[in-house]
């Protein structure tokens, strides 16, 4: 039998899209004009495809260095997220019947209804005092914050893997570390994606942490140098736009080819 289309459901998904769509059409279009074009009609389409603002903006904000730095921000922070995040809430998962752990895991999830602005302040000055201002301090502090949000999805997801595996192993004379190494950690996979994408998602567009964090302009991220941008160019919105797509650019990408993951992840979540 032929199925109705739900019409309220479809605008609604239609709405969205194009509240989606139609700033990032602007971004490109603002992006590929000049000066002359954009000042004639902000929402035509440019009659030349100007890609020396690309260029330009490269030149003026130092891409590269930036995006390297984003790079190694992101990449070792999810490494060390997926690593130690996951052995923290294994540990968690496992003795939940124990006082001490049960508070610890309370603890963790009330850090989640803590707004980052509270903490800002002590959070800068124990990281100056501690020399840990720069990109090592600024992982750190990403695999710390981590933690809340990751612990309460982990625990969900460990309590639904049988404890009769890990039993098995123990038969097997595999230890505390090997059973988690060997067991639980590759049944992980799916979460551990889920947890990975969002990780790297929210280390590469952070503004504030890197903004109250990094004193060494060398060390900047690219959502700072946008910002220092902006402050320099606001005047140029072609050349600003173009710096804007090109931070933008890299996690679209990602997160194209990775969204499977997530709704993977949170699926097998689910059905566990």
Same mark, same amino acid.
């Not at 690309?54 to 130092?62: G, L, Q, R, S």
């Not at 923290?88 to 610890?104: C, E, H």
């Not at 736009?241 to 097998?268: C, D, E, R």
């Given at each position: 039998?032929?199925?109705?289309?739900?019409?309220?459901?479809?605008?609604?998904?239609?709405?969205?899209?194009?509240?989606?769509?139609?700033?990032?059409?602007?971004?490109?279009?603002?992006?590929?004009?000049?000066?002359?074009?954009?000042?004639?009609?902000?929402?035509?389409?440019?009659?030349?495809?100007?890609?020396?603002?690309?260029?330009?903006?490269?030149?003026?904000?130092?891409?590269?260095?930036?995006?390297?730095?984003?790079?190694?921000?992101?990449?070792?922070?999810?490494?060390?997220?997926?690593?130690?995040?996951?052995?923290?809430?294994?540990?968690?998962?496992?003795?939940?019947?124990?006082?001490?752990?049960?508070?610890?895991?309370?603890?963790?999830?009330?850090?989640?209804?803590?707004?980052? @602005?509270?903490?800002?302040?002590?959070?800068?000055?124990?990281?100056?005092?501690?020399?840990?201002?720069?990109?090592?301090?600024?992982?750190?502090?990403?695999?710390?914050?981590?933690?809340?949000?990751?612990?309460?999805?982990?625990?969900?997801?460990?309590?639904?893997?049988?404890?009769?595996?890990?039993?098995?192993?123990?038969?097997?004379?595999?230890?505390?570390?090997?059973?988690?190494?060997?067991?639980?950690?590759?049944?992980?996979?799916?979460?551990?994606?889920?947890?990975?994408?969002?990780?790297?998602?929210?280390?590469?567009?952070?503004?504030?942490?890197?903004?109250?964090?990094?004193?060494?302009?060398?060390?900047?991220?690219?959502?700072?140098? @946008?910002?220092?941008? @902006?402050?320099?160019?606001?005047?140029?919105?072609?050349?600003?736009?173009?710096?804007?797509?090109?931070?933008?650019?890299?996690?679209?990408?990602?997160?194209?080819?990775?969204?499977?993951?997530?709704?993977?992840?949170?699926?097998?979540?689910?059905?566990?």
């Amino acid at each position: 039998m032929r199925k109705s289309t739900n019409w309220p459901v479809t605008a609604l998904i239609a709405l969205g899209s194009l509240l989606i769509l139609f700033p990032l059409y602007i971004t490109v279009s603002i992006a590929l004009k000049n000066p002359e074009e954009m000042a004639r009609s902000l929402f035509a389409l440019p009659t030349g495809l100007h890609f020396e603002n690309f260029k330009n903006a490269i030149e003026a904000t130092d891409f590269f260095t930036a995006f390297k730095n984003s790079a190694v921000v992101t990449a070792v922070s999810v490494l060390f997220i997926l690593l130690t995040n996951s052995m923290v809430s294994y540990a968690i998962a496992r003795n939940m019947n124990k006082k001490f752990f049960k508070g610890l895991y309370f603890y963790f999830i009330s850090a989640m209804f803590i707004p980052f @602005q509270i903490i800002m302040l002590p959070v800068v000055k124990e990281t100056t005092d501690l020399n840990m201002n720069n990109i090592p301090g600024l992982i750190v502090l990403y695999v710390v914050y981590g933690l809340a949000f990751n612990v309460f999805v982990y625990v969900g997801y460990i309590r639904s893997i049988p404890y009769e595996l890990e039993e098995a192993a123990t038969v097997d004379g595999a230890s505390t570390w090997g059973t988690f190494w060997r067991i639980i950690f590759p049944l992980l996979a799916p979460i551990n994606a889920t947890i990975g994408i969002l990780s790297c998602l929210s280390s590469w567009n952070d503004f504030l942490l890197p903004l109250v964090l990094l004193g060494d302009q060398e060390s900047y991220t690219l959502p700072l140098v @946008q910002y220092v941008f @902006q402050g320099q160019f606001s005047t140029d919105f072609n050349l600003a736009f173009a710096s804007y797509l090109l931070a933008l650019a890299p996690m679209v990408i990602v997160y194209l080819f990775a969204q499977k993951w997530i709704i993977n992840g949170i699926t097998q979540g689910a059905i566990k």
